[in-house]
């Protein structure tokens, strides 16, 4: 059998052409360290006589965690002492993508990352153009020249506070990838409920087609799932920031969804433009943090997130004043407003609603029992 096709044979004769040639760099392994390792792992010699058999030999990713400890108690931990916060301590040597993810999940930890597991994954994914599926097929694979430089640059971003959502350039909503920058909010997990709540009420009308209003879109996410999940709907995306307009239209043709969205950059504190026309559905997450509590929030969010995506002015309730009176006017007949909330805010909004002519109103809780949106039929 010839030498050249063992890829996992560090003296690998290896195919000629570009693609080759970086395959070859990214999945050849050190004879050395296999040799290092039968020494430590008994049963690892029977391996290493198999060695000309051709045998899958991916458990040896395994064995190279088990070598990778400090001592016990450190199982599948990088060797040495204290980390520098500004960046992994990364080894000497070409590493793999399995070495890169053991040295900075322990960066991250040491740093004070509370899912430093998940964010190591998340970063060096990113770093090297992998999908998450990719790169944990890969972990045994050496990682190319320029990858590890990639990873130590967004690690010392994520060290310094950033969100890890604004580090990566994108976070996943309903299921659907979003495109972020420091001119939005990141998409939270909270938001889902008023966007399956809208998808909900939206499947219930089978055979029309309806209109949906997206107030303060800010990414798009909660319009564009909308959307995306419900085909009958057409959706109108409003935002007064410049950057927010341009990265929702970046997520509506991310998410392939242009045929039936559109956004517009109008201010939710005038009136509406006239040729917006009547809605069905008017779906709205506005700032709604009390100016006084802004300080009070975890350094991500207070220092990186936009303030005026924030601030919902003395009692976070500015947004619902302008909106419910100027922009409900626009939904039809029997129409229906569901706005996000903070704590202790859903009683409030509900006495707007009926002040401005809705019949009835419903609060719904999220996980944690907060009630997170306010429902009207008008």
């Known amino acids: 059998m010839r030498v050249g096709k063992n890829p996992l044979c560090h003296a690998s004769v290896r195919p000629s052409g570009p693609c080759a040639q970086r395959d070859g760099r990214e999945i050849s392994l050190n004879f050395a360290k296999f040799r290092d390792i039968s020494r430590t792992f008994p049963f690892a010699g029977k391996a290493r006589r198999a060695f000309s058999a051709g045998w899958d030999f991916s458990f040896l990713s395994l064995l190279e965690k ?4 400090g001592g016990p108690g450190r199982r599948g931990e990088p060797r040495g002492g204290a980390r520098s916060p500004a960046a992994p301590g990364f080894r000497d040597g070409v ?6 993810y053991l040295d900075l999940r322990h960066t991250l930890k040491a740093g004070g990352v509370e899912d430093y597991n998940l964010e190591a994954k998340l970063l060096i994914g990113a770093a090297a153009g992998k999908t998450r599926e990719e790169l944990i097929r ?4 050496y990682a190319l020249g320029d990858v590890e430089e990639k990873v130590a640059e967004l690690t010392r971003r994520r060290l310094a506070g950033e969100p890890v959502a604004y580090v990566l350039g994108e976070w996943e909503f309903m299921g659907l990838p979003f495109t972020v920058d420091k001119s939005v909010l990141i998409p939270r997990p909270d938001t ?3 966007a399956g709540l ?16 997206d107030l303060c879109t800010g990414t ?9 999940l419900v085909a009958s709907c057409r959706v109108v995306l409003v935002d007064n920031s410049p950057g927010a307009v341009r990265l929702a239209r970046e997520n509506v043709l991310r998410n392939n969804v242009s045929r039936n969205t559109i956004c517009v950059n109008a201010d939710v504190r005038r009136d509406p433009p006239m040729l917006l026309g009547k809605f069905d559905l008017i779906v709205c997450n506005p700032p709604y943090v009390p100016t006084g509590e802004i300080q009070t929030l975890d350094r991500g969010v207070r220092d990186f997130e936009p ?11 500015d947004l619902y004043r302008a909106i419910i009176p100027n922009w409900t006017g626009i939904l039809k007949e029997n129409g229906c407003a569901l706005f996000e909330c903070g704590e202790e ?17 419903a609060a719904y809780p999220d996980p944690a029992g907060t009630l997170r949106v306010v429902a009207g039929v008008i």
Do not use: W
Request: hydrophobic content about 40%; overall charge positive.
């Open 307 to 317: 303030r005026a995506a924030l601030d919902g002015g003395r009692d976070g309730l």
């Open 345 to 361: 805010q859903a009683g409030k909004i509900q006495e707007m609603l009926k002040s401005a002519g809705f019949k009835s109103t």
């Open 198 to 213: 809208a998808i909900r009420l939206l499947r219930a009308r089978v055979g029309s087609e309806v209109r949906v209003l």
């Open 66 to 69: 088990e070598t990778a400890g």
């Open 138 to 141: 890969d972990m045994r694979l």
């Open 95 to 100: 590493k793999t993508y399995n070495d890169l």
């Open 192 to 194: 889902e409920l008023l």
């Open 220 to 228: 798009g996410c909660v319009g564009i799932s909308i959307a995306k």
